[in-house]
T-cell receptor, first 110, second 114 residues
Framework: TQLLEQSPQFLSIQEGENLTVYCNSS?????LQWYRQEPGEGPVLLVT?????EVKKLKRLTFQFGDARKDSSLHITAAQPGDTGLYLC??????????FGAGTRLTVKP | EAQVTQNPRYLITVTGKKLTVTCSQN?????MSWYRQDPGLGLRQIYY???????DKGDVPEGYKVSRKEKRNFPLILESPSPNQTSLYFC?????????????FGPGTRLTVT
């Protein structure tokens, strides 16, 4: 079983719709990161959250870290085709033990 | 431009034929890692290095070797590849460990072992 469970595994929506993807665990993380990976490329960092309850916004993307630092969510408003990709969460269990979820594969259709 | 490079990008080989995937970073990062990515399993760490001549096993080290003779290079060696090592491999580097440090990933190497 994965330390970090991401849901849904796949998501296909129309341009302009809103969506939320989730990253859940029974473990507590000192920090949690979200990456986006496009086909043929490596993951690229979107955001790092470190404080329980923290909310960060990156244009149309809103990231939230759970109060207990065990889970996180990513909400995208008015999704665009350019948002298509694999979204990975990664939790820092302790220094140098960064664990990745399996990802949510998002497709935004024009 | 800050980057992590990997070569080759694609490789098809046969069982038992030794191969090396190179990785190089130009950011003077101390920490480097190798991951493999498989459907439904996400990124799993194979080996990591905290500095020159310092390497350690990650979650799935069996069948792999690494070396860190120079700060910028961290090659991944498969002495006797097997079909279960068919995967997408990523090299990554970072300037620190733990809270908030960003990992910079290479573009990936898609390996097929027949």
């Amino acid at each position: 079983t994965q330390l970090l469970e991401q849901s849904p595994q796949f998501l296909s929506i129309q341009e302009g719709e809103n969506l939320t993807v989730y990253c859940n665990s029974s473990s507590v993380f000192s920090s949690l990161q979200w990456y986006r990976q496009e086909p043929g490329e490596g993951p690229v960092l979107l955001v790092t959250v470190v404080t329980g309850g923290e909310v960060k916004k990156l244009k149309r993307l809103t990231f939230q870290f759970g109060d207990a630092r065990k889970d996180s969510s990513l909400h995208i408003t008015a999704a665009q085709p350019g948002d298509t990709g694999l979204y990975l969460c990664a939790g820092d269990v302790d220094n140098n033990d960064m664990r990745f979820g399996a990802g949510t594969r998002l497709t935004v259709k024009p | 431009e800050a980057q992590v490079t990997q070569n080759p990008r694609y490789l098809i080989t046969v069982t038992g034929k030794k191969l090396t995937v190179t990785c190089s970073q130009n950011m003077n990062h101390e920490y480097m890692s190798w991951y493999r990515q498989d459907p439904g399993l996400g990124l799993r760490q194979i080996y990591y290095s905290m500095n020159v001549e310092v390497t350690d096993k990650g979650d799935v080290p069996e069948g792999y070797k690494v070396s860190r003779k120079e700060k910028r290079n961290f090659p991944l060696i498969l002495e006797s590849p097997s079909p279960n090592q068919t995967s997408l491999y990523f090299c990554a580097s970072t300037s620190g460990l733990g809270r908030g440090y960003e990992q910079y990933f290479g573009p990936g190497t898609r390996l097929t072992v027949t």
